[in-house]
């Protein structure tokens, strides 16, 4: 069987799983009385914005107890979708995913299957994530265009709390406890964090990950990326615009401050002339390979155990399989 085909099997029983979920959570509105015009506004809401993504955050989990990892994928993909549907409100979208932002038609979910079907397991747990988001809006209001406020550092800062962590390190971090790795181990004589370890390498991936996107936004077609690009008309402090202003001249940079974060076709047509003045291709691959190079670096440093050691323990492979899905992507 080819990789593709194997590929395709896995999602095809991840899809599974959701559509057994979402009968359940359907089940849940109902008998919590909600209007029928309710739990079919909450029908049709799962459908268009949970499971039309790559579902890579969901199908990197464990396969031990399928069926609990997959929920527990399913959730991961219903906080993304949650965080899209924001997103594509705030910035005011147009396309998601290569169709009509969900907004312009018309999170207890998560909570309700963590209850169900974890809170008597011993990784049973909560969580949350804005603080990304908030700096974000705060740093570029739509409203108010100040190119002063941005930087590579605070770009990395939104970038940790608003990617990073609940993309890929909560991905993993969950299939971990699933998979009763324990808060430490020893191997070799060597005392190991493994959840320390694997956020050391998944915020930089993450970050990668988000930079990919922000470049993708300024130099993908809707065609490929599935959405039309709106970060140079919506203010946002991509890192783009972030690497723009680290070598721009003070002529160049006069351009910026005259047509960034500007409702105006022919002014976001003034930054992208821009970027490519700045070769900002060729500056984004120097990145990525610098990028992929450092976070091989990191992966390589994990400690693996001999053959035939069996669960438990911190694996390369993991970080290799992410690694290796993002490097080069074109959407």
Same mark, same amino acid.
């Given at each position: 069987?080819?990789?593709?085909?194997?590929?395709?099997?896995?999602?095809? #029983?991840?899809? /599974?799983?959701?559509?057994?979920? =979402?009968?359940?959570?359907?089940?849940?509105?109902?008998?919590?009385?909600?209007?029928?015009?309710?739990?079919?506004?909450?029908?049709?809401?799962? *459908?268009?914005?949970?499971?039309?993504? #790559?579902?890579?955050?969901?199908?990197?989990?464990?396969?031990?107890?399928?069926?609990?990892?997959?929920?527990?994928?399913?959730?991961?993909?219903?906080?993304?979708?949650?965080?899209?549907?924001?997103?594509?409100?705030? *910035?005011?979208?147009?396309?998601?995913?290569?169709?009509?932002?969900?907004?312009?038609?018309?999170?207890?979910?998560?909570?309700?299957?963590?209850?169900?079907?974890?809170?008597?397991?011993?990784?049973?747990?909560?969580?949350?994530?804005?603080?990304?988001?908030?700096?974000?809006?705060?740093?570029?209001?739509?409203?108010?265009?100040?190119?002063?406020?941005?930087?590579?550092?605070?770009?990395?800062?939104? +970038?940790?709390?608003?990617?990073?962590?609940?993309?890929?390190?909560?991905?993993?971090?969950?299939?971990?406890?699933?998979?009763?790795?324990?808060?430490?181990?020893?191997?070799?004589?060597?005392?190991?964090?493994?959840?320390?370890?694997?956020?050391?390498?998944?915020?930089?991936?993450?970050?990668?990950?988000?930079?990919?996107? *922000?470049?993708?936004?300024?130099?993908?077609?809707?065609?490929?990326?599935?959405?039309?690009?709106?970060?140079? +008309?919506?203010?946002?402090?991509?890192?783009? +615009?972030?690497?723009?202003?680290?070598?721009?001249?003070?002529?160049? =940079?006069?351009?910026? /401050?005259?047509?960034?974060?500007?409702?105006?076709?022919?002014?976001?047509?003034?930054?992208?002339?821009?970027?490519?003045?700045?070769?900002?291709?060729?500056?984004?691959?120097?990145?990525?390979?610098?990028? #992929?190079?450092?976070?091989?670096?990191?992966?390589?440093?994990?400690?693996?155990?001999?053959?035939?050691?069996?669960?438990?323990?911190? =694996?390369?492979?993991?970080?290799?399989?992410?690694?290796?899905?993002?490097?080069?992507?074109? #959407?």
């Amino acid at each position: 069987m080819s990789t593709i085909d194997i590929k395709q099997q896995r999602r095809k #029983k991840f899809e /599974d799983v959701f559509i057994r979920i =979402r009968d359940e959570l359907i089940e849940h509105m109902k008998g919590e009385k909600m209007p029928q015009e309710a739990v079919e506004w909450f029908h049709r809401n799962l *459908d268009f914005n949970v499971p039309g993504g #790559k579902l890579n955050r969901g199908m990197s989990l464990s396969d031990d107890e399928y069926f609990k990892a997959a929920v527990l994928g399913w959730c991961i993909e219903l906080l993304q979708a949650y965080f899209l549907v924001a997103d594509d409100m705030m *910035d005011q979208s147009i396309t998601r995913r290569g169709q009509p932002c969900w907004y312009r038609l018309e999170a207890g979910a998560i909570y309700h299957l963590l209850k169900k079907y974890f809170r008597s397991e011993t990784y049973y747990t909560t969580y949350q994530t804005e603080m990304g988001q908030l700096v974000d809006l705060i740093t570029a209001p739509e409203d108010h265009v100040d190119l002063s406020k941005f930087s590579l550092e605070k770009h990395a800062f939104i +970038v940790q709390y608003k990617t990073a962590y609940y993309s890929f390190y909560l991905s993993v971090a969950l299939a971990m406890r699933v998979c009763g790795v324990p808060e430490t181990y020893t191997l070799d004589g060597q005392t190991i964090e493994p959840y320390k370890l694997a956020l050391s390498i998944l915020l930089p991936l993450g970050e990668y990950f988000q930079i990919q996107d *922000d470049f993708l936004d300024y130099a993908g077609t809707p065609e490929q990326i599935g959405k039309i690009g709106t970060d140079i +008309v919506d203010n946002k402090c991509s890192w783009c +615009v972030n690497v723009a202003l680290s070598v721009a001249t003070p002529k160049q =940079r006069k351009v910026l /401050d005259e047509n960034y974060g500007q409702k105006d076709a022919a002014k976001e047509a003034a930054v992208k002339a821009l970027y490519e003045e700045l070769r900002l291709r060729e500056r984004y691959a120097v990145y990525e390979e610098s990028a #992929k190079e450092r976070i091989d670096k990191l992966i390589e440093q994990i400690p693996e155990p001999e053959a035939g050691v069996d669960g438990g323990v911190l =694996r390369r492979a993991v970080f290799t399989s992410f690694l290796n899905k993002i490097y080069k992507r074109t #959407k």
